[in-house]
């Protein structure tokens, strides 16, 4: 329905620009058809919103998955006349963080889904119903989980995935540029160490860069010991060297400037024995 008036109607909503959506009883929409429930949104996301939200109004839980809430059974079906009309969302990122899976979510994985080379039961199928279920509660925004996974290594297939469900990815407070943990054992040439490593640090997140410019990606910035820890050497200085670094990175590989590339600054700083968000 790109030139059909509902289409226009979604694009051109007055005051709002991200993923808005029209749903609408139009007569004669194309040719043949006399009567239809069209459904356009701003963006893609928008356009599925809309067609999630028909989905749950007729008694499809957003969490029938996830939740086992049964679809409620109807005998009929009606779409009453008038528009519908869905703002922008006042929060632009919305999403979740796949954290502490090993105690309960991953061992029930690995009795459903394929497992990787890497142990990982969260390869694309899984990916599949989790960003079902983000699009279904209209969120856009996911980080996966990085305990003994890597998202983009578990399934080649994952990324592509994200991409085609219109989820926007990101990586998790620790892994910044894209790059898993548990790659940083397996690919990483040298320590975790910017003080001593840092050449191979670099090359190492240029290549998160690379494996992820084709898709929508809000990439993490900064840096942290491995594993969620603190880091023995980084100070507060090095670390504005580390950012410094990263956005030339995004520059550079996605031949943008970086008032158009999404960013998540996870900046900390540690007071013993504890670490606070800045």
Request: with cysteine.
């Amino acid at each position: 329905m790109g030139s059909s008036r509902v289409a226009r109607s979604a694009s051109t909503q007055s005051g709002a620009s991200g993923s808005r959506y029209i749903q609408e009883v139009v007569s004669n929409p194309v040719p043949g058809v006399d009567q239809a429930l069209v459904i356009a949104g701003s963006d893609r996301r928008g356009t599925i919103f809309g067609m999630y939200d028909v989905s749950e109004t007729i008694g499809v839980s957003p969490w029938y998955w996830w939740a086992d809430v049964p679809p409620q059974a109807k005998d009929e079906i009606y779409a009453a006349p008038g528009r519908n009309l869905a703002g922008e969302p006042s929060v632009k990122y919305r999403g979740i963080f796949i954290n502490d899976e090993e105690l309960t979510l991953q061992p029930w994985a690995a009795t459903k889904y394929n497992i990787s080379q890497y142990d990982s039961p969260f390869t694309g199928e899984f990916t599949k119903r989790v960003l079902e279920l983000l699009l279904r509660n209209k969120a856009n925004y996911y980080w996966p989980a990085m305990k003994q996974s890597m998202f983009y290594v578990d399934d080649p297939q994952n990324g592509i995935i994200a991409e085609y469900f219109g989820v926007v990815m990101g990586t998790s407070h620790t892994e910044p540029m894209t790059r898993a943990t548990d790659e940083q054992s397996k690919f990483l040439s040298g320590s975790w160490d910017w003080t001593e490593n840092s050449a191979n640090v670099t090359a190492f997140m240029a290549e998160g860069v690379n494996r992820s410019k084709a898709w929508d990606t809000l990439y993490t910035m900064g840096m942290r010991g491995s594993g969620d820890t603190a880091s023995p050497t980084l100070t507060a200085p090095l670390l504005e060297q580390v950012i410094q670094v990263q956005q030339g990175l995004l520059e550079d590989g996605l031949s943008k400037s970086l008032g158009d590339v999404p960013q998540l600054w996870a900046l900390y700083k540690v007071c013993a024995p504890q670490c606070f968000w800045l």
